[in-house]
Each structure stands twice: as structure tokens, then as C-alpha cells.
């Protein structure tokens, strides 16, 4: 079966971002002051097929944490859709 | 290694832009051999000392360094790290022997979010190394950066034992030697700037020693860190692969 799988990877949240930081300041120049900790991440699909759910979901964290996502700054979550 | 020159083997993955330097630096500045490894081979040539040479392999998609490892040619270095070779990682390829995971931690964006393109102070904090051995402990070496992402990051734990085993090589410092906050361009953690693994054969730093060999350009400090591997690698070629006339 084919599965869609959506992947958010983002930074720790025991590492800074200064890209978010960067962004959080020019909302505020926007004018808008009520934004806090904009964090910046990486947003990726995939196709992956597999038996079941469960074993589309394995193949596709066995690329996240071989690939993807660098454990060391980085966390991942994964969503699957059958397609 | 032959009639004593050593041959470096400097890597060159599709977006390298300092392998040219490196080559440069090992060959006509240094007197030494130097072979250009492409990434899709996996044959090391004789290579003495591996060099993964600054640049943006692969665009740095993904994130820097990230598909690099996967080329043929990592699996090669991999072994050789492993039976004890000497490899130098040097900006981009400091990345990907972390991403390799021949070296830990990881090279974050710049703090400040800019590209830093200057020449820094770096103090030698551990003079005893295959890579430092031509330098004294505490020498405050002149070589430029050019990254965006050299932010050196580590857990706790991690950042002690490379303390604890002095595998910190380098930090950034004033030119008098003292590690201060302005003096850290890009925001590393306890302002390191180069580090070796454990064992005391791989070797990544994010300034580049190539850029300041030449006696043209305005230091040769670069000079100090491949002279301590010639040195050392010299006079530790365990198998030399002839002995003609003897």
C-alpha cells in the first residue's frame, strides 16, 4: 500500500535558533507585538509504501534518523496518510 | 609515502571550493604529493593523509554536510579513519565528518546569522597532537574563516570530555591569546574552533590552514598545522610501501 509520510523536522529546543529570533524581531517591526519564540524547522513529504501503517511509519523513521533529522540538534515527527 | 614526500589525498565532492587551495598548499607550497579523490571513487590512491576541503558539498541541502557522507568515496575515509589514517576536515569537511560521525557535535548557523569571511586568532590549546605538534601550547595562530555555518555545538557531556581528553585543538582568542566572547565570530561553544576525535587521528576545524600557507597571502601560520602532519606521519609510516636501496 502507499502511504504519504509528512515530516517536520525542527531544532532541539535546548539549541538556539537565531534565524527564528531573526524573524520574531521583524514580526515585531511589523507591528504585530504579541508573537513569542518563532522557531524555524524543515517541513518534508514523502511517498513510502509499505504492508501496514505501522511498517510505512518504521521505514520512514529509519530515514529520519539516518538522514533526515541530525539528533544531535535536531527532532522529527512523523505523520502517515494512506494515500 | 615515497622518497619522504607524503601524498595527500584531498576529496573533492560535487560544490567543494577549497580543494583547489588544499591541493595548492600540499603540493607547491608544502613540496609534498598531492592527488585530487573524486567523490564517486572509492579508491584513496596511496593517500598518506585524506583532506575533505572546504566548500558546499551538495549545496549544502539538507544540511551541511548531510549528503556528502553518503558519497563512495566516505566509505573509504570511514575505514581509513578506523585503521587509524590521518584525515583533516577542514570547514565543510569538518561538517561532514561530523555528519559521518567520525568527530562530534555539530556546526550550527553563524549566531550572528552572517556569513563570516576574515582572518581570526586562533590560541593552540593542545600542542602535542599529530596536528599541532609544530606549534607550542598556548601559540596564537593567524588564519582566516569563510563560512555561515560554524557554530560548534555539543551536549554537556560531550563538550567535557573533550576537555577531559583534550581533543579541543583550537579556540578562537585575541591576538594576546585570551578566549573572549568578541573574540568568537560565529557564536561555538567554549570558542572552539577545531577538535580531533578521541583517538587522535581525525582532525576538523573550521578556519582554513590552507588559505594561509602561501607565503604571498599575508600569514603562514597554516603552514604550522601540515607541517606537525608531515611530521608526524613521516615518522610514523609503519609499512612504507618501498624501501629502494636498502
Redesign the interface.
Known amino acids: 500500500m502507499k502511504y504519504t509520510a509528512r515530516i517536520h523536522v525542527t531544532l532541539r529546543p535546548s539549541i538556539l535558533d537565531p534565524q527564528g529570533k531573526a524573524v520574531e524581531h521583524a514580526i515585531a517591526t511589523l507591528g504585530v507585538q504579541s508573537v513569542r519564540n518563532v522557531r524555524i524547522g524543515k517541513f518534508i513529504e514523502l511517498n513510502v509504501e509499505g504492508g501496514s501503517e505501522a511498517e510505512a511509519r518504521q521505514r520512514t523513521e529509519e530515514v529520519c534518523r539516518k538522514l533526515l533529522a541530525n539528533p544531535v540538534m535536531e527532532d522529527y515527527t512523523v505523520e502517515i496518510q494512506k494515500q | 609515502m615515497r622518497d619522504g614526500k607524503l601524498t595527500f589525498g584531498v576529496v573533492v565532492f560535487p560544490g567543494s571550493n577549497c580543494d583547489h587551495d588544499a591541493y595548492y598548499a600540499c603540493k607547491k607550497v608544502l613540496g609534498h604529493e598531492a592527488v585530487f579523490l573524486w567523490h564517486k571513487e572509492a579508491d584513496l590512491r596511496g593517500s598518506d593523509v585524506i583532506i575533505l576541503p572546504g566548500g558546499f558539498s551538495y549545496g549544502d541541502y539538507?544540511?551541511c554536510g548531510?549528503i556528502a557522507r553518503?558519497s563512495p568515496v566516505m566509505r573509504e575515509v570511514v575505514r581509513f579513519a578506523h585503521a587509524g589514517g590521518t584525515v583533516v576536515g577542514i570547514c565543510n569537511g569538518f561538517q561532514i565528518l561530523?555528519?559521518a560521525g567520525l568527530l562530534p557535535?555539530?556546526l550550527?548557523?553563524?549566531?550572528?546569522?552572517r556569513f563570516a569571511c576574515k582572518y581570526v586568532r586562533l590560541r593552540v590549546e593542545n600542542a602535542e597532537s599529530r596536528f599541532t605538534s609544530q606549534c607550542g601550547a598556548g601559540d596564537v595562530l593567524a588564519i582566516p574563516i569563510a563560512h555561515g555555518d560554524g557554530n560548534f555545538?555539543?551536549?554537556p557531556d560531550t563538550l567535557q570530555r573533550l576537555e577531559d581528553n583534550r581533543q579541543i585543538l583550537f579556540r578562537y582568542c585575541e591576538s594576546d591569546g585570551s578566549v573572549t566572547e568578541a573574540a568568537n565570530p560565529n557564536?561555538s561553544l567554549a570558542n572552539i574552533a577545531g577538535i580531533m576525535n578521541e583517538q587522535g587521528n581525525v582532525m576538523g576545524m573550521m578556519p582554513h590552514p590552507e588559505r594561509a600557507s602561501d607565503p604571498l597571502t599575508a600569514h603562514t601560520d597554516g603552514q604550522r598545522i601540515f607541517r606537525s602532519i608531515i611530521a608526524w606521519v613521516g615518522e610514523h609510516a609503519l609499512v612504507p610501501e618501498e624501501t629502494p636501496g636498502r
Open positions: 539538507l544540511r548531510a553518503f561530523q555528519e557535535g555539530v550550527l548557523r553563524n549566531a550572528s546569522l555545538f555539543t551536549d557564536g
